[in-house]
């Protein structure tokens, strides 16, 4: 998870981007108007500088071209024009120079020259190897300066001999240089009107009170993608004005005595840390984001007991609570104990194990994400230190049961999601407003067999909720029997998912009185029973309705949809149906997916009938479509509806050939099949037939005297003479 809040490092690079302004911004200048501007700069310049291309009546132009490189407004556009030096037939006048992406190797005193004037320099993937140290000497206004991606540790003290031209330098990237500490601090020594430096991608290992020396103005330090493994004591005290720190992606394996009073976002994420802990100082601290996600914290850190922190995030560590493990009978096995030092001072810090969570100050938090950890359960009163919260993130984790308090959640609480736990009990405290504030609520991938009696319905501002692949029944059952989720009378509701939750067949008042717009009943294998009617109630506010693999079957009779007017995303892919379903006059039908369903052919008249005319996309592959009987295919094509026609198969004589390889018109084995088989059958046999017969009469004519007269003298005939 990125760090909130955090300096956005890869953002300067692309700083360059933003200020060359695109052509196409200039489209509403009127052409007179666009000469009369220029006119001046046509004849300071001379019209072999300067080219401009009138790409339509309009009057709408391109940037300047200036020898290769694009000019517009002071800012000089040369990325990726194969350069071997700086170019110098710019303007004088440029204020913004960027290089990206050209072989340069060096740069040199005088390769600057012909621009005093520029603010901005970006030198991004040149291979710079060599930085003379007089070639920034005569820019007195350079504010930025980017220098990522080179090589500048193979010359670095000539590159810091360069740096200390322009004195008023606020913005400094050396990323992905190959420097390492003692690099770094050459290249920073005496640099004190910086206030943002990138030193993301290097091979710095350790920090230590030299390397910064001097930056009493930082601001904003990227150290980020590094090596770093130590920060010795102090390194960072120095950085009065430090307000955001990423060290993001190294190889810190903990943080102890955490003391940047002023730092207001701390970006921690990918290292190794096993323990946060920050100073024990009465000290007010202006912390608001700090992101420990992604190490391998074993307890909840130590906070400042003063701060304003909101973002809080911890995903994917090894978090848990021990409470329940306390052994009262030996409390000094239940402490830890860090050992410090710093210099000829040595201390100690000691962390009391069992103890549930810090004591520091959690009420300004809004957002916690404790997600994948190991928490298996949550301490009383854990929710109540956090007045203030909206967003709490608990999925991926070991949770068996939870109980909510009657003061808990909070009442700012909004989103909370318990997905992927092994929830198998849900409980609430008295009093109807258990889930008062909540709007989202994710118990997805659970055990729960029920929820609290209505839990939804008294929760007045919830909108979404998602008990996918939980082993649930919906009320009302046949009998009244108990032990089902009741949603009837949820006002609030408009988004429930329910998918793989092995419902039976649903009951008509399933979802009265709700106003559901979308509604998802996938993988529950005959939970409508061939018929759309347990639906009505949603009928008139459905808007997205999934039923994949929901057990439709060709022996259900035709579903109609002709009631559901709101309806706009239908799925009802991974069924076995054979015919389209009826629409009506439906006007908001937007997309619809039929994939790997039992349609063999389009019905008759099936955009003029069956298709609203409102629809937009469909998808109809992975179906044992018959060739021969595909009539409607061309004026689907027609319309562009069909997303996935090229994936679209269909069956000729044994052989599975994809749709946009038909032959034109009817082929030939198709028309064979439509001939009726009994009459060609007929024809066949025919002439055999008549050809034996004649055959027969031709024997018996030419031997009819000798066989008469064998047949009489065996059978002892007497002979009429």
């Known amino acids: 998870m990125p760090g909130t809040g955090s300096f956005c490092w890869e953002c300067v690079a692309g700083l360059w981007d ?47 071209s200036q020898g290769g490189c694009a000019w517009l407004d002071g800012v000089a556009d040369c990325r990726g024009r194969n350069l071997a030096s700086v170019p110098g037939g710019l303007p004088r006048s440029s204020r913004t120079l960027v290089l990206d992406g050209n072989p340069l190797g060096g740069l040199w005193n005088d390769s600057l020259q012909p621009y005093p004037l520029l603010e901005g320099l970006s030198l991004r993937g040149c291979r710079l190897e060599r930085v003379d140290r007089g070639a920034l000497q005569q ?15 193979r010359a670095y003290e000539g590159a810091a001999a360069a740096l200390r031209g322009p004195r008023g330098l606020r913005r400094l990237d050396l990323a992905g240089n190959a420097l390492t500490e003692t690099m770094v601090a050459l290249l920073l020594r005496n640099l004190s009107s910086l206030e943002a430096v990138s030193l993301a991608r290097n091979s710095i290992m350790r920090l230590d009170d030299a390397v910064f020396e001097g930056l009493g103005r930082l601001r904003e330090l990227d150290l980020q993608r590094n090596y770093i493994f130590e920060i010795e004591g102090g390194a960072l005290d120095g950085l009065a004005e430090l307000r955001h720190l990423n060290l993001a992606y190294n190889n810190l394996p903990c943080v102890v005595d955490f003391g940047l009073t002023r730092l207001r976002s701390l970006n921690l994420s990918h290292n190794a840390l096993e323990w946060f802990l920050a100073s024990g100082a009465e000290a007010a601290f202006e912390l608001e984001v700090l992101d420990l996600s992604h190490n391998q914290l074993l307890f909840f850190p130590l906070l400042p007991p003063r701060s304003k922190l909101h973002t809080l995030l911890l ?19 239940m402490v830890a104990q860090f050992l410090l030092v710093d210099g000829n001072v040595t201390s100690v810090t000691t962390v009391s194990l069992w103890e549930e969570f810090s004591a520091g100050d959690l009420s300004g938090l809004h957002l916690l994400d404790l997600s994948q950890n190991q928490l298996r359960y949550l301490p009383d009163g854990f929710l109540e230190k956090m007045p203030s919260l909206s967003r709490l993130n608990l999925s991926r984790n070991c949770l068996a049961a939870l109980r909510i308090r009657e003061r808990e959640p909070p009442g700012a609480l909004a989103e909370l999601d318990l997905s992927r736990n092994r929830l198998s009990e849900l409980r609430c405290g008295p009093g109807p407003g258990c889930l008062r504030g909540l709007r989202s609520l994710n118990l997805s991938s659970n055990q729960l067999l029920g929820v609290p009696a209505g839990l939804f319905a008294n929760a007045r501002q919830l909108a979404t909720v998602d008990m996918s692949r939980n082993p649930i029944a919906l009320c009302p059952r046949p009998g009244g029997a108990p032990g089902c989720v009741d949603f009837r ?90 015919s389209f379903p009826s629409f009506g006059a439906s006007p908001a039908l937007r997309s619809l997916d039929l994939r790997r369903n039992a349609l063999t052919a389009l019905p008759q008249r099936a955009l003029a009938e069956r298709l609203p005319a409102s629809l937009r996309t469909v998808y109809l592959s ?7 009987a595909v009539h409607d295919w061309a004026a689907l094509r027609r319309l562009h509806a069909v997303a996935d026609l090229a994936l679209v198969t269909c069956n000729l004589s044994s052989r599975v050939i994809r749709l946009t390889e038909l032959p034109g ?3 030939q084995v198709c028309k064979w099949e439509r001939v009726d088989m009994g009459l060609l059958y007929l024809v066949l046999i025919l002439p055999s037939c008549l050809t034996l017969l004649v055959a027969c009469t031709v024997l018996f004519l030419t031997f009819r005297k000798p066989l008469l007269q064998v047949i009489k003298s065996r059978c002892h005939w007497p002979s009429v003479y």
């Open 18 to 64: 933003v200020l060359l302004l695109p052509a196409a911004s200039l489209s509403s200048v009127h052409s007179a108007a666009l000469e009369m501007e220029l006119l001046p700069l046509w004849l300071c310049l001379g019209f072999h500088f300067l080219t401009v291309e009138w790409r339509n009546s309009s009057g709408s132009v391109t940037a300047a």
């Open 139 to 153: 820019q007195a206004r350079l504010r930025s300066l980017a220098l990522p991606d080179n090589r500048l540790c």
């Open 315 to 333: 995903r994917d560590n090894n978090v848990g609570f021990y409470g329940d493990l306390y052994n009262s009978s030996a409390p000094e096995e």
């Open 489 to 578: 009378n949820a006002a609030s509701l408009r988004s429930l998912a329910l998918e793989g939750c092995g419902l039976g067949p649903l009951r008509g008042r399933a979802f009265q009185g709700t106003a559901l717009t979308r509604l998802d009943l996938s993988g529950n294998r005959g939970v409508l029973n061939g018929s759309t009617a347990p639906l009505g109630a949603t009928a008139p506010t459905l808007q997205v309705l999934a039923l994949r693999d929901a057990g439709l079957r060709a022996s259900h009779k035709e579903l109609d949809f002709s009631r559901f007017r709101s309806l706009r995303d239908l799925d009802l892919s991974g069924n076995a149906l054979s």
């Open 622 to 628: 992975q179906n044992p479509y018959d060739c021969c």
């Open 665 to 667: 018109g009817v082929p």
